[in-house]
């Protein structure tokens, strides 16, 4: 277990620890909730890195006939609207937990728990979002959101426009670059194709 800073403990207990889980996997032709790395589950992985952090809550937000059975703790969520993306999710999520959310999502397996933390440390109540940014863009699929954010989420949803970068340049948002230490190749690989799910295969095989 990880030794965290205070400030770090107390974003966390401010906070709930989301996966979203709910994508059709259109491109991947398979649902990549299932997938494994190392012949660990990544939606299980993912929690472990989440659950090292004191969170107010943890859940996993998934659509109908997704749901399934989850360690004592974490909340599943069903998508209120399906087939948005991750919008939906996000908006899913903090209409029914209370506080912000620390979001990450089940086809970014390699996030890890001092990425985490590094976000955690930017933690900005007064921000609507607490994004990540580095020289291959943005990041809002590892992000933080606040629930003064959902009025601007449902009226986007409303209006038909799911695409969350256009809702950040409306918002109070902080962008935060990501430093050299992490690499942007490994933490935030997705997996959007098979042939994404083998490149993140080796870049697992080549760090163990």
């Not at 889980?21 to 993912?46: I, M, N, P």
């Not at 991750?86 to 209409?95: F, V």
């Not at 430093?179 to 799910?197: C, G, K, L, R, V």
Request: proline share 5%; net charge negative.
């Amino acid at each position: 277990m990880r030794l965290y800073g205070s400030f770090v403990k107390e974003a966390a207990r401010h906070l709930s620890g989301i996966i979203l889980a709910g994508g059709r996997s259109s491109r991947f032709g398979k649902d990549k909730s299932q997938l494994e790395l190392a012949g660990t589950r990544v939606l299980k992985r993912l929690l472990g890195v989440l659950g090292q952090f004191p969170f107010r809550q943890m859940a996993v937000v998934t659509a109908q006939g997704k749901a399934e059975s989850w360690p004592d703790g974490i909340v599943t969520l069903l998508d209120d609207q399906e087939g948005l993306g991750a919008i939906g999710g996000i908006t899913t999520a903090l209409r029914h937990l209370s506080g912000g959310v620390l979001v990450t999502a089940c086809d970014m397996p390699l996030l890890s728990a001092p990425l985490v933390e590094w976000l955690l440390d930017h933690y900005d109540p007064h921000a609507d979002a607490v994004i990540p940014r580095h020289p291959g863009g943005i990041e809002p699929l590892f992000g933080i959101y606040e629930e003064n954010f959902l009025p601007a989420l449902e009226e986007a949803i409303r209006t038909g426009r799911y695409a969350l970068h256009f809702l950040f340049e409306e918002a109070r948002v902080r962008f935060i670059d990501v430093p050299a230490q992490f690499s942007a190749e490994h933490e935030f690989a997705n997996i959007n194709t098979p042939e994404d799910y083998e490149r993140i295969v080796k870049l697992t095989e080549r760090k163990t």
